[in-house]
């Protein structure tokens, strides 16, 4: 079974300042699709960058990036000049073609102005 | 605004009450889930629908119960609740078979009294 491990339950961050929240998974697959998604106060769920494991080339979204390890089986965001609308719960997810997300337990992100 | 529409945005109700969640999405997609999240506890996912039939139940008790009467749509019937479902129930939809991310709806806040 695949399982998605973030080791940081919580992160704070000065605002303008980069910050870097960590990912695990473990999978037998080959092929799959990693995914970071924030929750902010107001509970909705959005996507903030997704990363084919096919790509050997890191996704970008902006002042979002990750850096994607496959042989370490590693998938951490980076977020650069942090603003106080980052503040949020940040999860990592997992899936392939044929199976439904798994998800990390989350790591709660604070900005400090 | 994800495309996925979840209804009440809040609920109280007592243990002995039914009452029903609803879920809408707009964006052609052919699997739906519901997603458990408590305080403190990573995302449980409860139910999977693709195209309109369930295909995975994640050992939730009885007293909820899904019904997808069509693709767009999504239900969880609630009965005889008990306190510690007190949570945040999340909708997603996606399109199976294709590298697309889970979109989420706002979610119903849930407390059992």
């Known amino acids: 079974a695949q399982t998605v491990t973030q080791s940081q339950p919580e992160m704070s961050v000065q605002e303008a300042e980069t910050v870097t929240l960590s990912c695990t998974y473990d999978?037998?697959?080959?092929?799959?699709?990693l995914f970071w998604y924030k929750q902010p106060p107001s509970r909705q769920m959005i996507l903030v960058i997704r990363q084919e494991a096919y790509k050997q080339q890191n996704a970008t979204e902006n002042r979002f990036s990750v850096n994607f390890q496959k042989a370490a089986k590693s998938f951490s965001l980076k977020i650069s000049d942090s603003q106080l609308g980052d503040a949020a719960m940040y999860f990592c997810a997992y899936r392939t073609l044929s199976s439904r997300l798994t998800f990390g337990e989350g790591t709660q992100l604070t900005v400090n102005p | 605004e994800t495309g996925v529409t979840q209804t009440p945005r809040h609920l109280v109700m007592g243990m002995t009450n039914k009452k029903s969640l609803k879920c809408e999405q707009h964006?052609?997609?052919?699997?739906m889930y519901w997603y458990k999240q408590s305080a403190k506890k990573p995302l449980e996912l409860m139910f999977v629908?693709?195209?309109?039939?369930?295909?995975e139940n994640n050992s939730v008790p009885s007293r909820f119960s899904p019904e997808c009467p069509n693709s767009s749509h999504l239900f969880l019937h609630l009965h005889t609740l008990q306190p510690e479902d007190s949570a945040l129930y999340l909708c997603a939809s996606s399109q199976q078979d294709r590298n697309t991310e889970a979109f989420f709806g706002q979610g119903t806040r849930l407390t059992v009294v």
């Open positions: 999978t037998s697959e080959s092929d799959y699709y």
């Open positions: 964006l052609g997609h052919n699997a």
């Open positions: 629908y693709n195209f309109k039939e369930q295909t």
